[in-house]
């Protein structure tokens, strides 16, 4: 079967389960556009290329099957950087598709040529320039393999021109082999044996979670590990969801606004159980007091991550599905009253909290979400003040129910990446947690869930500020809010003129009744929730500081 290269890339789109790309057209994916087409390949048309690309991303943590997201060449290509970089920092798996100046343009500063492979050389987990058409159902092939095996992470292909619009013979290859490229699925016996030994030993362990169970797939061997060996369970960001919330060996999140319980159980438990983590610096603090009892067993599917930031004392490389198998089934029911007791005292002495002084607090609204949500929906934030509150009074129970930019702290990615969400989960009630600082960034996507009526509501926790910079200013700078004061416009008005709802709440006892009418309009939603002001995010590490020494809270 004879195709143009154009052809090809949506043919090998469909062999590998895509339902659904992010997009945007221009002069160099005019050809991929014309055949896309007569296509049944479901396209949303966004309204910047940073927002596919978030909404590849979105799509891709909601469900756990990559996302993809397609623009032309040049400033097409260079605006989906940030949402590769985001992508990539927090290891998800996305298929970005740029167009390219024809093969014999390349090199000559020809209009709209950017070097976007090696632009994106540090941010993708591997790139391709296809030059030849006949290696391009091969390319494709190749980058679903590697976007998704092992730690996964984004790869772009960028198609010139010419490519797209010459024909070949199709056919879609049946396996990959890529020399160089292994992933250790199976963890090492005697590692594995070194980890049980140092449990068994154990006192007082803890359970260090992050985004790689989420990825692994690992809950249930998770919460089975916890179980077995009575050690409470703490979770980094992109962990969030990985250990049910509601469990009493929940603590939380940990680090600069993890909770007091978590912080103090970490920095005095002789033994730290790190799964698909990689002791980021939020997390640990300053690193010579970070869980200076604990040896330390790290268990990660990427080596490089094994000692780089921290001394371990068993690393295990491997898949964290099947390492946690392996463990379980080496491990005896074991229980440490005396520590649990601990735990629970810990977290009954320091719960979260905040002061109700009668003005609208961004806590409140976020235990009203959970309260009316029961805890079920999607829930994606912005970044800043409101991610922290997301994080901290919304209680999560599955994975894929957080959705976040952690390692690159992306703001504006929180909008996008819930439509890409409830595109890949139609039936999920999905939420985004904005700043009006954030929001803005790329507020244009409304424009997106009209056209596609994809009903998602943001909740604008609206304080004038850019909250999280300003919080810094007043903690650390003697409140010299340089240039955090922000005026933002009608976010009412302005969802009503791009065709949305838009609702606003100034009381507390508004916010279930706004929070009812937008689930129950099915249209995408604004809420403007006006808030206090200077309401600040506690507990908190200071930066450069030990985790047990917290300001607030």
């Not at 082999?177 to 362990?205: C, D, F, H, W």
């Given at each position: 079967?004879?195709?143009?290269?154009?052809?090809?890339?949506?043919?090998?789109?469909?062999?590998?389960?895509?339902?659904?790309?992010?997009?945007?057209?221009?002069?160099?994916?005019?050809?991929?556009?014309?055949?896309?087409?007569?296509?049944?390949?479901?396209?949303?048309?966004?309204?910047?290329?940073?927002?596919?690309?978030?909404?590849?991303?979105?799509?891709?943590?909601?469900?756990?099957?990559?996302?993809?997201?397609?623009?032309?060449?040049?400033?097409?290509?260079?605006?989906?950087?940030?949402?590769?970089?985001?992508?990539?920092?927090?290891?998800?798996?996305?298929?970005?598709?740029?167009?390219?100046?024809?093969?014999?343009?390349?090199?000559?500063?020809?209009?709209?040529?950017?070097?976007?492979?090696?632009?994106?050389?540090?941010?993708?987990?591997?790139?391709?320039?296809?030059?030849?058409?006949?290696?391009?159902?091969?390319?494709?092939?190749?980058?679903?393999?590697?976007?998704?095996?092992?730690?996964?992470?984004?790869?772009?292909?960028?198609?010139?021109?010419?490519?797209?619009?010459?024909?070949?013979?199709?056919?879609?290859?049946?396996?990959?082999?890529?020399?160089?490229?292994?992933?250790?699925?199976?963890?090492?016996?005697?590692?594995?044996?070194?980890?049980?030994?140092?449990?068994?030993?154990?006192?007082?362990?803890?359970?260090?979670?992050?985004?790689?169970?989420?990825?692994?797939?690992?809950?249930?061997?998770?919460?089975?590990?916890?179980?077995?060996?009575?050690?409470?369970?703490?979770?980094?960001?992109?962990?969030?969801?990985?250990?049910?919330?509601?469990?009493?060996?929940?603590?939380?999140?940990?680090?600069?606004?993890?909770?007091?319980?978590?912080?103090?159980?970490?920095?005095?438990?002789?033994?730290?159980?790190?799964?698909?983590?990689?002791?980021?610096?939020?997390?640990?603090?300053?690193?010579?007091?970070?869980?200076?009892?604990?040896?330390?067993?790290?268990?990660?599917?990427?080596?490089?991550?094994?000692?780089?930031?921290?001394?371990?004392?068993?690393?295990?490389?491997?898949?964290?599905?099947?390492?946690?198998?392996?463990l379980n089934k080496k491990l005896e029911q074991t229980e440490s009253h005396e520590w649990y007791n601990k735990i629970i005292e810990l977290k009954d002495k320091y719960p979260l909290a905040y002061e109700n002084n009668g003005k609208l607090k961004p806590q409140f609204i976020i235990e009203q979400i959970y309260d009316l949500t029961k805890g079920e929906a999607i829930i994606t934030t912005e970044v800043g003040q409101n991610q922290m509150w997301a994080a901290q009074y919304y209680k999560y129970t599955k994975p894929r129910s957080f959705i976040s930019s952690g390692g690159l702290g992306t703001m504006g990615y929180g909008f996008p990446a819930a439509i890409g969400a409830k595109v890949g989960c139609p039936d999920a009630v999905v939420i985004d947690i904005a700043g009006d600082g954030s929001i803005q960034m790329n507020i244009q996507e409304l424009a997106t869930a009209v056209q596609y009526n994809i009903p998602v509501i943001v909740a604008i926790?609206?304080?004038?500020?850019?909250?999280?910079?300003?919080?810094?200013?007043?903690?650390?700078?003697?409140?010299?809010?340089?240039?955090?004061?922000?005026?933002?416009?009608?976010?009412?008005?302005?969802?009503?003129?791009?065709?949305?709802?838009?609702?606003?709440?100034?009381?507390?006892?508004?916010?279930?009744?706004?929070?009812?009418?937008?689930?129950?309009?099915?249209?995408?939603?604004?809420?403007?929730?006006?808030?206090?002001?200077?309401?600040?995010?506690?507990?908190?590490?200071?930066?450069?500081?030990?985790?047990?020494?917290?300001?607030?809270?």
């Amino acid at each position: 079967m004879k195709l143009s290269g154009a052809e090809i890339i949506i043919k090998s789109l469909q062999e590998e389960g895509v339902d659904a790309i992010f997009g945007y057209p221009g002069g160099q994916v005019i050809p991929f556009y014309d055949a896309l087409y007569d296509a049944t390949l479901k396209h949303y048309l966004v309204r910047h290329e940073q927002g596919a690309a978030h909404a590849a991303d979105g799509y891709a943590r909601a469900t756990g099957k990559p996302g993809v997201c397609v623009a032309t060449s040049g400033p097409g290509a260079t605006n989906l950087v940030t949402g590769i970089a985001t992508a990539y920092m927090d290891s998800i798996p996305m298929i970005a598709i740029t167009g390219q100046v024809p093969c014999s343009m390349i090199g000559k500063d020809s209009f709209q040529e950017a070097d976007i492979t090696g632009i994106t050389l540090p941010i993708t987990k591997h790139n391709f320039l296809v030059d030849d058409i006949n290696d391009l159902a091969r390319i494709i092939k190749e980058s679903f393999h590697i976007a998704t095996t092992g730690r996964p992470g984004p790869v772009l292909i960028d198609v010139p021109k010419n490519v797209q619009v010459e024909s070949t013979n199709y056919k879609y290859p049946e396996t990959v082999s890529l020399k160089g490229y292994k992933v250790t699925m199976e963890a090492n016996k005697a590692q594995v044996k070194n980890a049980v030994n140092l449990i068994k030993e154990s006192r007082r362990p803890v359970i260090y979670a992050g985004g790689g169970v989420v990825n692994s797939g690992a809950s249930s061997e998770l919460y089975r590990l916890a179980e077995l060996t009575s050690s409470p369970v703490t979770t980094t960001l992109m962990g969030i969801g990985s250990f049910p919330e509601t469990h009493p060996l929940s603590l939380g999140m940990l680090g600069m606004h993890g909770t007091k319980a978590a912080n103090y159980a970490v920095t005095d438990c002789d033994l730290l159980i790190a799964v698909g983590a990689r002791f980021d610096d939020r997390v640990t603090g300053n690193i010579a007091e970070f869980a200076p009892k604990a040896r330390i067993i790290h268990i990660d599917i990427d080596a490089a991550e094994i000692g780089k930031n921290i001394r371990i004392d068993v690393p295990i490389v491997g898949d964290v599905k099947n390492v946690l198998t392996e463990l379980n089934k080496k491990l005896e029911q074991t229980e440490s009253h005396e520590w649990y007791n601990k735990i629970i005292e810990l977290k009954d002495k320091y719960p979260l909290a905040y002061e109700n002084n009668g003005k609208l607090k961004p806590q409140f609204i976020i235990e009203q979400i959970y309260d009316l949500t029961k805890g079920e929906a999607i829930i994606t934030t912005e970044v800043g003040q409101n991610q922290m509150w997301a994080a901290q009074y919304y209680k999560y129970t599955k994975p894929r129910s957080f959705i976040s930019s952690g390692g690159l702290g992306t703001m504006g990615y929180g909008f996008p990446a819930a439509i890409g969400a409830k595109v890949g989960c139609p039936d999920a009630v999905v939420i985004d947690i904005a700043g009006d600082g954030s929001i803005q960034m790329n507020i244009q996507e409304l424009a997106t869930a009209v056209q596609y009526n994809i009903p998602v509501i943001v909740a604008i926790l609206n304080n004038n500020y850019l909250g999280m910079v300003r919080q810094w200013q007043e903690l650390f700078y003697d409140r010299r809010y340089s240039h955090t004061d922000i005026t933002g416009p009608d976010f009412v008005k302005l969802a009503e003129a791009y065709g949305a709802m838009g609702i606003r709440v100034t009381e507390p006892g508004q916010v279930k009744p706004a929070l009812k009418q937008a689930i129950e309009a099915k249209r995408p939603v604004v809420i403007d929730f006006v808030v206090d002001r200077e309401e600040n995010v506690f507990p908190m590490v200071p930066p450069g500081g030990a985790n047990h020494k917290m300001l607030g809270g």
